[in-house]
């Protein structure tokens, strides 16, 4: 599931999948994502794993890493 | 009745050294309860009623009236508006719901505008309480608050401690941290951090934002109006006494609300962080007024980005992020007030924004011919702090009277 939630953040960053190596670096200190790249995030998270995230329940605090995202897509597909 | 209610004493927010001191003194109850892993919600209803009716008695006692009609229509739409969502979810009454809770707020700040004089609608912190009344109903329509009663919602809208000027909470965190009582380490903490808090805001605002408000601002504004010149040197020290006072008179008050909100264990969030240190402007909006400009991110920039994002309004990307930018900022400068320096500043930082994202990109595809050391931070810190005074002194209105009413 990283790699694909990789591919998601380099597509919608346009940046390389490399920059998203480390899995706990968080992706809002590190500049790698901005509001305007969550909602591409959270639009390609929806497409690729079929899970809704209202943009009022993302709360940066529980998002910003890629083990965090993981973690969050698993509970929704889980709910 | 009205009578012996505009005949009591006011005492507005924070105003006075002996203010803190009749305050403090009435939640010390509360926070001896804390302490021993208990919340008096009564007694903290009592006094927060208190101390709101002392607010707005006395002389501002229609904005007293205006503040109980405020409360129950919003509280209304707010009940209708979760009974109703758990059957449906129109858009049409969401986005109907949602002008309902604002238009209260647009009737005052159209009020001077139109009709040359305050609405009587008007009451201190109307943005405020609508801010928090329209993010609940967003939250609703997102399924992310499902239950609330008229009580849990009265109670989060006008908690005392930042009932006038912020910062803007949300529900549920509000909630979350409401419905458990801190432990007392954790309690203790709360309490540390917010003496530190409230001694840093009486810095702030009774100090340093008094002598730049009351001794350093008048002297360079009489100044420049007696010479009538634009470019002048004291015009320049009219811009940085103004933007020093709007922090430091802010970020006081900020720090007061924090502080009394940590002393009735409820974390309110901090509404500034250093802004004078933005390397650029997109950093400066997560340093200034931040419980302001996070709300505008999140129930405006995010919502319309994401809109547009689904139904395909715009082809290119960039595109897309201007007109959010835009969007956002225009509209927070139309909050402010309707006068055209308002507008002038939430235009210029739209624009700002828009720039720096630009310069963002250009960066990151030059990034190895670029130099990047401490002197170029340096420029960088400069130039969004002069950018920003810049802008704050269109915000203060004093080129209003320069320009057009100096007589």
């Given at each position: 599931m990283q790699e694909q939630i990789i591919n998601i953040l380099a597509d919608t960053t346009g940046r390389d999948a490399a920059d998203f190596s480390d899995a706990s670096q968080d992706l809002f200190t590190s500049g790698l994502l901005d509001s305007m790249a969550t909602v591409s995030l959270l639009l390609g998270l929806q497409d690729e794993f079929g899970v809704q995230v209202p943009v009022s329940e993302f709360d940066r605090s529980q998002w910003n890493t890629i083990e965090k995202i993981e973690q969050r897509v698993k509970e929704l597909q889980n709910a | 009745m009205i009578n012996w209610i505009a005949s009591l004493p006011n005492f507005s927010a924070y105003g006075t050294p002996m203010y803190f001191f009749y305050l403090i003194l009435a939640i010390l109850p509360l926070g001896i309860g804390l302490y021993f892993g208990k919340r008096f919600s009564w007694y903290e209803a009592l006094i927060s009623f208190i101390f709101i009716f002392l607010m707005f008695d006395g002389s501002s006692w229609q904005q007293g009236i205006s503040l109980i009609v405020y409360v129950i229509y919003e509280t209304c739409l707010v009940m209708y508006y979760t009974h109703y969502r758990k059957k449906q979810n129109g858009s049409g009454t969401f986005y109907l719901i949602s002008a309902l809770s604002i238009l209260p707020l647009v009737i005052v700040k159209l009020s001077p505008a139109m009709v040359g004089h305050n609405s009587l609608l008007g009451f201190l912190g109307i943005s405020y309480l609508t801010f928090r009344a329209v993010g609940t109903v967003i939250e609703t329509r997102d399924g992310m608050i499902k239950e609330i009663s008229p009580w849990k919602f009265i109670r989060f809208i006008l908690f005392m401690p930042t009932i006038t000027s912020g910062p803007i909470d949300r529900y549920r965190r509000f909630e979350k941290d409401y419905q458990k009582v801190p432990s007392r380490d954790e309690y203790l903490q709360l309490v540390s951090k917010g003496i530190f808090y409230l001694f840093l805001g009486f810095l702030y605002k009774f100090v340093i934002g008094y002598f730049f408000g009351q001794r350093f601002y008048p002297y360079f504004e009489r100044l420049t109006l007696a010479e009538h010149?634009?470019?002048?040197w004291h015009m320049l020290g009219v811009m940085y006494t103004y933007g020093f006072y709007l922090f430091f008179d802010f970020a006081g008050y900020s720090l007061f609300a924090v502080a009394i909100s940590y002393f009735m264990g409820v974390k309110s969030p901090m509404n500034f962080k250093q802004p004078f240190k933005s390397k650029n402007i997109k950093e400066f909006w997560n340093r200034w007024h931040i419980s302001l400009s996070f709300w505008f991110r999140d129930y405006i920039f995010m919502r319309f980005v994401f809109m547009a994002t689904k139904k395909r309004w715009f082809k290119n990307r960039n595109a897309l992020s201007s007109t959010a930018y835009m969007l956002n900022m225009v509209l927070m400068g139309f909050w402010h007030g309707i006068t055209w320096y308002y507008i002038l500043y939430g235009f210029l930082h739209g624009i700002a924004l828009v720039v720096n994202d630009w310069w963002l990109r250009y960066k990151r595809k030059h990034l190895k011919k670029l130099p990047h050391n401490k002197f170029t931070t340096g420029v960088a810190i400069f130039i969004t702090f002069n950018f920003v005074m810049f802008t704050f002194l269109i915000f203060s209105g004093f080129l209003d009277t320069f320009f057009f009413n100096n007589h």
């Open positions: - | 010149d634009p470019f002048s």
